[in-house]
Each structure stands twice: as C-alpha cells, then as structure tokens.
C-alpha cells in the first residue's frame, strides 16, 4: 500500500509540475484565453440570432415562408413581404463587386509590385484613407455630385445601347440600383485594395525571384505565380467586400431612390433590406410592423452569415490546393 501511495503522490507531483511549467510559460493561459475568445464571437453571433427571432412572433405566425416570397409591403393593410428588398440587397451587392474586385486587385498589384518607392506610400494612404469617410458623406456627395455628373450619362448610354436587354430597359432615373452599386464600388474599394495588397506583399520574394529565373516577365509573374499564390487571401478581403457592400445603409438610403420596383432593370429605383429598415424604424407604430421589421434585419443576418460560409468554404478549398500548384 505504502509504494502504491508513493507512487500516486510522484504522479500527483508530476502533474502539477507539468501544470505549473505551462503556466510559467504562458502556453496554457493563453490557450484558454484563444479558446474564450473564440466561443465568446459565436456565443455573441448566437445571441444576436436569438434575440432577432424571438422578436418576430407576430409576423412569423401571419405569413410563415410567404414573408420571403410576398412583394407586398404596405402598413395601412398590414401585408408585409421581403423580396423587394432581398432581390435588391443582393443586386446591388453583386454589381458592387464585380465593379470593385478588378478594380482592386489592379490597385493592389500597382502598389505592391510596379509603384516607385516615392508614390507607393502617399497612394497607399489615400487610397486607405477612403474607407474613413463616413457613409452620410458618401451619400450626400453620390446625390448632388455623382449621379448628375457620372452615373446618370452612364445610365442613358447604357439604356440608348443596351435598352433592348431586360437588365437595362425603362425609363432613365436619378437614384437608381445603378447608383447605389456605383457608389457602394468605391465604398469597398480601400477594403479590398488594402488586404490583396498586404496578401501580395506578405508572398516571399523567392516565389518572384525563382519565377523571374525561370524566364517569366514581370506580367506573367503577377499573373501566373502571386496571384494564384495569394488567391486565398484575395478572396478572404473579397468577403471583407462583400459583407460591407451587404449591411451598408445611410448611402445606399439616399442614393438608391426607395421604391419597391422589381424590375430586373438596374436603371429603376430599388430597396435594400437595410435601407427598409432605416427608412421605416422609427414609423413603424404597431407590434405586427416593428416585428415585421426585425425580421428583415433577421433575413438579413441570415443572408450574411450564408453568403459567407459559402466564401469562406470557397478560401479554404483554394488555400487547400495552393501548397500543390505552387511548385516551381
């Protein structure tokens, strides 16, 4: 019995030797902090999806699935649908990356790879220093400066060439889903620009050097080896993109004209699911109306947590295939 007990106290004492070097270290500490951390954003996420859902009872019990489906919206009658402004969240969106993402990524491989020393800091910044402007701003300067000057003649070429197709047809608007698109483009451009930069930076120049050795030009560099180098990093700030081009309100509110039109036709006024909601809030004067607005900001929630599973899968899937199709 005494050497069974000699022997559980050396374990004992082994243990927590062991205990007492990993939190000397700091390993274990700041293990556990990570691991808190973690589940503390998908505990935060969880409880912002509670509370949206329990919430909306009201408009849940009315019109169950048909809420996603209904182009009704009107208080007076109290019918209430989300697909106006579900169909315009996601145009709007869609048009703003395909905009931005060349955009972008031309930006990024101009300051990483071919900007002189002199220009790459001064043009780093400005372009940086545009993601600090405030939304109210960029929505006040689209209204009065960009849609007469830019994206109204924009618009009447587009219709005058391009009328004949059903995403270009009707009349010719002010505010419009184009305007909203144009200016949610250079709302998301600094995001963008700014991480496929660092991406592109962040490659070693052995990648660069071995591919100049081998006889590639400068272009085929860029486009053959740190592009598909940083494909996963790009497409992480294209997330970053897409999710601000989503939950964006004040400027695409003002810019947007606020009408449920659902045409195809990105010449019309349109609705967003976060413009509805700024616009109406503070109206809504029953249960059945606020609920029926909470539960287009839980649409909206849900629609930006699917969208960037799906992306985020997308990087994972290309930043598992990298490490073999960058063999030099």
């Not at 990524?105 to 372009?127: K, N, S, T």
């Not at 010449?267 to 539960?295: K, R």
Request: proline share 5%.
């Amino acid at each position: 019995m005494t050497s069974i007990s000699l022997i559980r106290q050396r374990a004992m004492q082994s243990r927590w030797s062991e205990w007492k070097r990993r939190l000397q270290h700091g390993d274990m500490l700041y293990r556990g902090l990570t691991i808190l951390g973690a589940f503390a954003v998908l505990g935060i996420v969880a409880l912002i999806g509670y509370e949206l859902w329990m919430n909306t009872p009201l408009p849940r019990e009315k019109f169950g699935w048909r809420f996603l489906t209904s182009i009704e919206w009107n208080a007076v009658t109290q019918e209430f649908g989300a697909l106006p402004f579900i169909f315009g969240t996601i145009q709007t969106s869609v048009m703003a990356l395909i905009f931005a993402v060349p955009i972008s990524l031309g930006i990024a491989i101009f300051l990483a790879e071919l900007a002189p020393e002199w220009l790459r800091q001064p043009l780093g910044f400005i372009v940086e220093l545009l993601a600090a402007v405030p939304s109210v701003v960029y929505g006040l300067w689209g209204l009065f400066v960009y849609i007469p000057v830019f994206v109204r003649p924009t618009a009447e070429f587009l219709h005058a060439t391009l009328g004949f197709l059903p995403l270009f047809e009707g009349p010719v608007y002010g505010p419009s889903r184009l305007s909203a698109s144009l200016v949610l483009t250079i709302m998301i451009l600094p995001t963008i620009s700014a991480v496929s930069r660092d991406v592109l930076l962040a490659i070693p120049n052995s990648q660069r050097e071995a591919a100049l050795a081998l006889g590639a030009t400068k272009w085929e560099m860029i486009w053959q080896v740190l592009l598909p180098y940083g494909l996963s990093g790009i497409l992480g700030a294209i997330i970053l993109g897409l999710g601000r081009a989503l939950g964006e309100t004040i400027a695409v509110t003002m810019v947007i004209g606020n009408n449920l039109d659902l045409s195809p036709s990105v010449l019309h006024p349109g609705y967003t699911m976060a413009s509805i909601i700024a616009n109406e809030f503070a109206e809504a004067t029953y249960d059945l109306y606020i609920q029926a607005l909470i539960q287009i900001a839980l649409v909206l929630f849900v629609l930006t947590l699917v969208l960037n599973s799906l992306a985020r899968l997308l990087v994972w899937s290309v930043a598992r295939r990298v490490p073999t199709e960058m063999r030099l």
